[in-house]
């Protein structure tokens, strides 16, 4: 049997290669149109998954203000990492196995996902220097001064994420309640693990 990947062993085992024609046709691009730059400009928050060199994976979720996420050309974008638990779970896994995916989901307005997969790298603030970038984004990414280092993502896939299942939520009015000092979330310790250990 020739190596395929196993999407397409499993496409011929569960019959679904037409209807998977049909989405590498129409549905899935090695680049980001000018719809989708506009889309992850606009959004929030990413769900990233990464993995190690043996393969064990990682999900994490990373938020910002709108458009934290920036887009430098079709094939770039970068995302800044701000000071976290420290264990560097997700940089870790870049540096030892660089595939990135990146989901965007639209839970406010359009009920609909981007999927963004591709090569990923760590650049500390001093080395953005080396990359070309319009005279507007390098302002803005300066401008970013909670940012400890960046993740630079060269992009290999990008397709939608239909809006089936995906649920609409609704914003607060007041957003304060993110500013609430709440010890027991912000101690990291919600789920009692210090209390659990044996």
Not at 83 to 94: D, E, F, P
Not at 137 to 164: F, G, L, N, P, Q
Request: proline residues 3%.
């Amino acid at each position: 049997m020739s190596k395929q990947h196993g999407e397409h062993i499993l496409q011929e085992k569960y019959n679904t290669r037409k209807r998977a024609a049909s989405f590498y046709d129409n549905q899935l691009l090695n680049y980001l149109n000018p719809l989708m730059q506009e889309f992850v400009s606009e959004q929030e928050m990413v769900f990233i998954s990464t993995a190690d060199a043996g393969g064990n994976c990682d999900s994490s979720f990373r938020a910002g203000p709108e458009g934290f996420v920036r887009i430098v050309d079709d094939k770039t974008l970068l995302y800044p990492e701000y000071k976290g638990n420290g264990v560097m779970a997700s940089l870790g896994n870049i540096l030892e196995n660089p595939h990135i995916g990146l989901m965007f989901i639209d839970f406010f307005e359009n009920s609909i996902g981007l999927h963004i997969n591709g090569v990923a790298s760590i650049l500390d603030n001093e080395e953005l220097t080396t990359m070309i970038m319009t005279d507007k984004i390098r302002d803005d990414i300066e401008k970013e001064t909670k940012a400890e280092r960046w993740v630079v993502i060269k992009v290999d896939e990008a397709y939608i994420h239909c809006s089936k299942h995906i649920p609409k939520l609704c914003k607060p009015e007041n957003d304060s309640s993110r500013e609430k000092d709440d010890k027991a979330q912000k101690s990291g310790d919600f789920f009692k693990v210090k209390q659990s250990k044996k």
